[in-house]
């Protein structure tokens, strides 16, 4: 099992943001994290990647409990995360963006090789290498915000709403790319409002609903649950 979390809650000020949630992702998988505005997808998120305190609870990564650990030594680690909303710096190029993510290692020859990597996974990026990050389109900037998440070298890789804001051929695209991300021995845990597309590529899932996990199963079996169709597919 890559990573653990068990009975998490988190506060935001006084507000109970999660309630004692428990979820795993094993090595080589793509699990599915789907749920409305306000369930607390993000939110969770935040707690694995070091960027909210958690108020108690546990998260294990690699069999370490990594639950007070700092959020730049997560990503040492190995979880990296293209955040949701992109956070991609607007002045820097395209390739400084991607170097931002490799800033704590010291393999200069590994870090070439990852670089080569996202250029061959995003060949757009390749193309607008020299281009300032702010003036490339939605589309681009989740392409970046993701190889960016990449050049960590990540065990885990957190998505959080790639496809937000993205027309339909290019949200195809990115989920394609993810699996390819996931084929080549990544493994991935997506937030995802587009639950289609996310269970449809999931191995398991598990649904939130106002911080508490209410659903779990293969992606599979989310997809055909009338209860997630009804909700979050559209379906009655």
Same mark, same amino acid.
Not at 11 to 39: D, K
Not at 130 to 143: F, N
Not at 215 to 236: I, R
């Given at each position: 099992?890559?990573?653990?979390?068990?009975? &998490?809650?988190?506060?935001?000020?006084?507000?109970?943001?999660?309630?004692?949630?428990?979820?795993?992702?094993?090595?080589?998988?793509? /699990?599915?994290?789907?749920?409305?505005?306000?369930?607390?997808?993000? *939110? *969770?998120?935040?707690?694995?990647?070091?960027?909210?305190?958690?108020?108690?609870?546990?998260?294990?990564?690699?069999?370490?409990?990594?639950?007070?650990?700092?959020?730049?030594?997560?990503?040492?680690?190995?979880?990296?995360?293209?955040?949701?909303?992109?956070?991609?710096?607007?002045?820097?190029?395209?390739?400084?963006?991607?170097?931002?993510?490799?800033?704590?290692?010291?393999?200069?020859?590994?870090?070439?090789?990852?670089?080569?990597? /996202?250029?061959?996974?995003?060949?757009?990026?390749?193309?607008?290498?020299?281009?300032?990050?702010?003036?490339?389109?939605?589309?681009?900037?989740?392409?970046?915000?993701?190889?960016?998440?990449?050049?960590?070298?990540?065990?885990? &890789?957190?998505?959080?709403?790639?496809?937000?804001?993205?027309?339909?051929?290019?949200?195809?695209?990115?989920?394609? +790319? %993810? *699996?390819? +991300?996931?084929?080549?021995? *990544?493994?991935?845990? &997506?937030?995802?409002?587009?639950?289609?597309?996310?269970?449809?590529?999931?191995?398991?899932?598990?649904? &939130?609903?106002?911080?508490? %996990? /209410?659903?779990?199963?293969?992606?599979?079996?989310?997809?055909?649950?009338?209860?997630?169709?009804?909700?979050?597919?559209?379906?009655?």
């Amino acid at each position: 099992m890559l990573l653990e979390i068990e009975n &998490l809650t988190l506060l935001y000020g006084r507000i109970q943001a999660l309630h004692g949630i428990s979820l795993h992702v094993n090595e080589g998988e793509v /699990v599915a994290l789907i749920g409305a505005n306000g369930a607390g997808k993000t *939110t *969770t998120m935040r707690a694995i990647s070091g960027l909210r305190p958690v108020a108690s609870g546990k998260i294990i990564f690699d069999g370490h409990d990594v639950t007070k650990v700092r959020a730049d030594l997560r990503v040492i680690r190995g979880i990296g995360q293209a955040p949701e909303g992109r956070g991609v710096f607007p002045g820097m190029t395209v390739q400084e963006n991607l170097e931002m993510g490799a800033y704590s290692r010291r393999d200069r020859a590994g870090i070439a090789q990852d670089l080569a990597m /996202v250029f061959d996974l995003f060949p757009r990026l390749r193309e607008r290498q020299r281009q300032a990050g702010g003036t490339l389109s939605g589309g681009e900037q989740q392409m970046l915000a993701v190889g960016r998440a990449m050049m960590t070298r990540p065990k885990l &890789l957190l998505l959080d709403e790639p496809s937000m804001g993205l027309a339909p051929m290019l949200i195809q695209q990115i989920f394609e +790319i %993810i *699996t390819r +991300i996931n084929e080549q021995g *990544t493994t991935v845990l &997506l937030v995802e409002q587009n639950a289609q597309q996310a269970l449809s590529r999931a191995h398991r899932g598990y649904v &939130l609903e106002t911080g508490s %996990i /209410v659903k779990e199963g293969s992606g599979q079996e989310l997809l055909h649950d009338p209860a997630v169709k009804e909700a979050y597919l559209g379906v009655a």
